[in-house]
Structure formats: C-alpha cells, structure tokens
C-alpha cells in the first residue's frame, strides 16, 4: 500500500466505514421494520448504534466546522477558498437531499396510508364472516348428523360400546368418535386411522358443560399441528345405569376450508395489527429516514470539508509559499507529492522561485558590485584635489565633494537635492555670487544644446573670510538616456595657489634680473661719484664745489637707495637654505622688539605671550626678518596715531597642533579692495618702502608650511595672524 | 370499612378503563406444605386504553411476572438484602378478531387459555395459585425472608415499530411495584 492510498484512507476511510455501517445499520432496522419481526430484539440496540454513531459524527462534523471558523478567522491561507467550495457543494447536495427526503416521507405515508381502506377492511371482515358461518354451518351439521346417528344407535350404545362407536364413526365418516363415563374415564373408542392412540381427551369443563346435559359443538385448532377440527359432544343416555354417558366425535375440516380460514384469520389478523401499527410505522420510517438525511447531510459535509481542504491544500501550500517568497526567503521549495494540475503548478512555482532567487542573487552581486564602485568613485572624488558637483536634468543638486565645499567655502551637504538656483538665494551664499553668475547662464535652456556639445571651462574669483580664491570651473554634461540619471558635472579647480606661486615666480624672476642688472653698476656710479667729488672739490669755486658736493650727495644718496631696493629684491628672490633649529618663540619675538624699544620705555608694542608655547623648529634669521618686517610694518602704520599701539599675541590653545602668532596695531588699516594683493610684491601703498616687505612675510611664512592671513576692515586697524605648525611627538 | 373502600375503589376502576395501566394487590400469602414454601397471590390488573386498544388490535402483549425471595442479613452492623431465590416467567396476552377471543399464553409451561372477554383473562394473569417457590430446606429458621412479586409489561416484545412510542411513552413501560410478603420458616399449614 503506497502513501497516496494510507492517506486516502486515513482521510476518507474511517469515514466511509462509519456512514456504511450507520446506513446499513438503518437498512436492517428499515427491514426489521417491514421484513423481520424475528430480529427485533436487535432493533432498539441497532436504533441505538445509528444514533450514537449519528451525534459522533455530527459531533465530529460541529469539530469541524468551528476549526474551520478558526482558520477562517486567522485567515489561514486557502480557508476562504475551503469555505466557498464546501458551501457550494453543501447547498447543491442538501437541496436534492431535502427534496427527496420530503417526497421520500410523503411517499411513504401515503403508501402506508393506501394499505387500509374500508373496502380492504369490509372484504377481509366479510371473509371471516364466510369461512365462520361455513364452519358454523359445517358444526351445525355434524351436530346434527351426530345426533340422528346417536339417536338410531343409543341401544347398542352402552350394550355393545366398542361395536357401537365404531359403526358410528362409519356411518358418520368422522376422524374420531369415542364414549366416556361421566368422570371422564374412556368406555370406547374408533379413529379413522385404526391405531391404538388415545383419543383427544375433552377437558375437565367440557365434561362438566355435559354432566349438565349440555351438548357443545365447536371448531378447534389441536395443537401442535395447528390441524383443524368440529368437537362434537353430546350426552347419551344409560338407561341401565341411569346415567350420562358423554360421546365425542371429531370430524376433520376439509384441507381446503381448513387453508382458506387460516389465510383469512391471518390476513385480518396481520391487517388489523398493520392497522394498529399505522401511526408507528410512520413514526418509525420517519425516524429511520430522517436519520438516514442528517447522515447523509453529515457525511457528506464532512466528505466535502475534507475534499474541499484536499483541493485547497496545494494551494495553500501555494499562498504560503508565496509569502514566504515575500518575506524574501527565496528558499522555499514545496513538495511536489501530485502528479494532476496542481502538482505541474507547484513543479512551476518552485521552478520560477529558483528562477527568481537565482536572478535576484546575480542582481544582488551586481548591486554590490555597483555599490562597491559607487563607494570606490564617491573615495575617489572625495578625496579629489578637485571639487565634484553634479546637477540632475532639473538643475537640482545631486552630489557634491568635500572639497568642492572647501573651494567653496560652504557646506552644501545639507542642501542636496534643492534646485541650484534655490541654493543661489541662501543667506550664507553672498560670497558664491561670481560663482553662481558664472554657472547660471551654462543651464539656461539657450545653452543647454551648446553644453551638450562640449565641455567648458570658466575662471572664477570669490573673495571668502578676507580671501580671495581664484576658482577655474570645468563644466560637462552627463550623457545619459535616462533623464533620472543624467545631468550636470562641474569640477572646481582651487587655483589661487597656482595662481599665486607663478605670480611669484614671475616676481622672483623680476628681483633676480633686477639685482642683476642694476646691483653691478650702483658701486661704480657711488665710487665714480665720490671720486668726482673728492678730485673736483678743492679745484672748483666754493659756489661750484657747494654744487658739485650736493650733487654728489643726491647720487649717492640715490645709489645707496637704490642698492637698499636691490637687497629687497635680493631678499625676495634669494631663497637660502633652511637653517632649522629649536627656537623659542616668544623668546625670539622678545629679542626682536626689544630692538624697537629703549632700557626704561616699553614703547607702544604690546606684548602677551601664552608661556605654554613649546618650542618650534624654524629658521631663526628668516623668522627674524619676518618679525621685523611685520613689527616694522606696524609702527610705520600707527605713526598718524594720537596713541599708537602695536599688539603682538602667541596662543598655543586656540588649535591643537598650531601656534598663532597675532600683529595688531591700531592704524588706519587696509582697504577691502587692497586685501585681496596685500602680499604680492609692489602692493605697498606708502610714500617709502620697497614694497616688497609683505611679500617677502608671505614668502617666509610659506616656506615654514605656515599661513598667514590679514584681518582687517576700513579704519579699525590691521591684524596678521601667523599660523605655524607645533612639533609633534617624534620631533617633526 | 377499609375492606369497603377498597371494593369501591376496585369497582371505580373497573368501571372506567384508566388513562395508565394500574395493578392492585388484592391478595399475597405464603404456604408451606411438603417441605415446599408455595404462594398464591391475587392482583386485579388494569390496562390503559392505549394498551387494550393494542391488544384489541390484534398486537400480543407479554407480561412478566417476577417473584423474588430474598433473605435479610448483615454484616457487622449492616444490613443487606441477599437473593435466595429468582423466578420469571412469561405470559403472552392476545387477541384474534377472527376467533372473537382473547388468548393467554403461558410461555414456561406452554399453557394456553382462551377468555371470551379481557376482564377474565386480565384476572387469570393476575392469579397465582400454589406456585412452588422453593424447598423448605433452603431456607433457614431464624433468618427473616421476604417473599416479592411484581409483574411488569415486556416492551422489548413489542413489534419494532413500537419501540420509539414505547421509549417514549411511560405506559408501555408499565410495571407495578414490587408486593412484599414477610415469610416466616419453621411453620406448616
């Protein structure tokens, strides 16, 4: 027995056996009913069993039903399907059930009901009465015949007895006939068949009825042959004893009466016990069909109940495969046990969910390995020296590096995804105009087809906390035939370096040809003019040699100037080897402004020094001069003072690993507009100097990896503040 | 005067048949003669409507008489009822249009009598006469015994169709109570 067939009937067996055994239990009360009277003891205990077997299965089917509404109520996958299939199949089986349940009834009591009828009734009554009145008139007769033969043979009666009854009997053609004493004691006796069997002796009321001179004639059945016979017996008179003799003759009925009365007093006896048994008959086959309904009904719901869940198991099996697919285990594999439809369609699904997980794997690799690029590219433009700014079709903005917020000074992080000239319109954005007035025209529709065609390129200067950057934009579209992708990339190149360094460059070229060209000649027109001088003076008139002496003064005077300028020159230019070595700052700082400053007067210079300064490594004469320069610079700006003040400020705390170094004085400060070249050579707007004295700080300051930066505003004096990296555990 | 009520109230029922089946005890003595303990016992029975209408029709009626002696014991200070002996037998009452008469069949020893009217037939099941009971050597002097008789109608001899009606109605599982006799040993009559 394979699983299919254990299970068919696991599920339907015990089920099937139990509705035969209740309907054949009904079939056998039903003929017991009809057929049967000799099993009727077994009908009570089989009404019994269909009873009890009945509410275990109605009990089993309620079972059902409420674990259904559990199931329905949990909404079970396939419960509604289970339930609308059962209910359908329920209500097209119980409505020709009902139908043929209620004819069935009708039908029936109306059949019984046609068994009686008054002519039925008066038909067996008139052939009762027949075969009565025949019987009475075949009693009559014997009687008679018994008493005209008595009558003729009493003489011979009581002389010669045994003679007597035997001529009797002949001449009667009775079975029987024999004489008794009055107490009942045998005289004689003849039978037909000739044997010595006794007589069928009357009973003790029969003799009585005839000591009372009473003659009794009537039919008898003797049993146990249920054979039919007329008892006669009359009283014959003794007249030598002067008593009653009682003589019996027993005629035999005729087979044929004998037949016909029997089927007419068992018919009328079985009608009127039909008749009787009318009502609860009914009653019976009522209850017998009604049973035999609400089995039916209860079987077949719980046959259809577990059908309909056989039907539904595979798809049931179906729906929570799919949720688990839903869930995102695309592990499932369900049993294919079937070999119909359902088990083609359950083959199908675990086939399109291998299918599924098999591509949801690759698109799962793909999409590391896209993430892994994406993450790779978004490193790579992170940490681009560049900055990296893209805009979608919509002008929205969709990616933007670190560093193209350093170039820009803004975070713009936080405002991805706003329109780019939304971004335009924030309040911390002032500074971005150029930049924005420079890129808003590339997005203009207008232009769009040209941006399409080719990249460009556009230098731009914002000024930013007092700096100026110089910004060259490289712009390009993404070419994409998704709009959702496409767009805008713009990369920002900080060139204000660049810039700067070959300014520079150019500068120092400058200075070096400079100091080139007119260094050599000065001494020879110095010397020349002392010579002049010297040879000229003791020969010339006092008026002349007063001139020649002034002149020679002026050229000198102007040499000496000119030679001073050259030295700037040299000293921007000249870029000597670092002599690093471990200073103290605030000690150096100290040394250089005491030169500034007389034994009992501070003077105007201020100094506030953070005694946790550690010690720096650093060339000590380029730190010198840079000090010098810067203290210099200073004093030169506060002398229109009414009180003159120079501010010079170490902190270590201000940043971890830096040491600012501020140079504050109180002068007329320097115009926005001069921030922006303040550094570069030739920015000086003084009446004296070379020019050169800032520049040359910015040069030193950059060749010490330091900054410098100016802060200042239109007459509220000018502050350098000086950024110089500490040494750090190792020594560097 | 309770002797005339009872005659009154026997002819009252005779007079009208009863809505239930009603048997009266009219007499239950015991006789001990020949080392036999006998009975005889008289009851007049009546039956309802329902059930004379069914034996009128034809539908055999089985009664059985139970007859019961039980001795009184005890263990300890407990008293309990233990059986001696047990009888039952049957008796078949019926009814045959054709013969016009009512037959009353005793299936123990087969007797068969035949009545012309129910009353005497109702009256000859009710009547037990010198019915052997045990031997007197059974029983033991000293000891208290209690003869019983009841009679009950047999409705598992019912035709099938019956038998719902009969579960269901009180009058087809009629039986009298049971009649108790205090029998007294060691007495001869």
Redo the contacts between chains.
Sequence with gaps: MNVKTRLFLKQYGWLAIVTGLLLSSLFIMHQILQNAPEFVEYYIGLLAFSMIGTLILLTLLIRTLLKLYRQYKQNVSGIRTTVKITSTLTLLLAFPIMTLFYFSVSLVHQSIDQWFDVRTEQALSDASALVRANLDNLTRDSLNATLRAEESLRPFLAQRPAYSVSQLRNKLGAQEVALYQSNGQLIAYSNSFGDQSLPNQPGDNLFQQLRQRHSYAAVETLSPTNQQIVRILIPVFNPFSNQVLPLQVIFNIPENITRYAQSVRLAQSQYHELNYLRAPLKTSFTLILSMVLLLTLVSALLFMVQAAQNLTRPIRYLAQGTQRVAQGDYSTKMQVDRDDEFGTLIQSFNDMIGQVAKARNDIKINHQQTEVQRLYFQAVIRNLTNGVVTLDMNRRLRTINDKASQILGINLQPLVGERFCDIMDQADTPHLKPFFDAMMPRFENSNLMQMDARPWSEQVTIQHHNQQRIILLHGSTLPSIDQKIGGFVIVLDDITELVQAQLHAAWSDVARRLAHEIKNPLTPIQLSAERLEFKLTNKLQPDDAAFLERMTRTIVDQVDTMQTLVQAFIDYAHTPEMQLQLLDLNELILDIVSLYQTPHDDGIIELKFDPECPAILADASRLRQLFHNLIKNALEATEESDVAKVQIITDCAAQPDKITIQVIDNGPGIPEQAVNWIFEPYATDKPKGTGLGLAIVKKIVEELNGQIELQASNNEGTCFVITLSKLNADGH | MKCLGGLVSILFMLAAQPAWSQITLLELVDKQFESTLYMDAKAHIQLSEKVV??IQ???PIQFITQIELTRRDQIFIFPYNSQQTRIDYTTELSY????RRYKLHNLRNQN?LYFSQLEPALATLGEIQNFPITSLNQLHSGLRYKLKLRFRLNY??????????A?LDADWRFKSEWFELDVQTGRRR
């Design positions: 209408e069914a029709h034809e539908i045959s249009h054709y013969d068969i598992w001899s019912l035709p099938a169709p019956m038998f719902t009606q579960l």
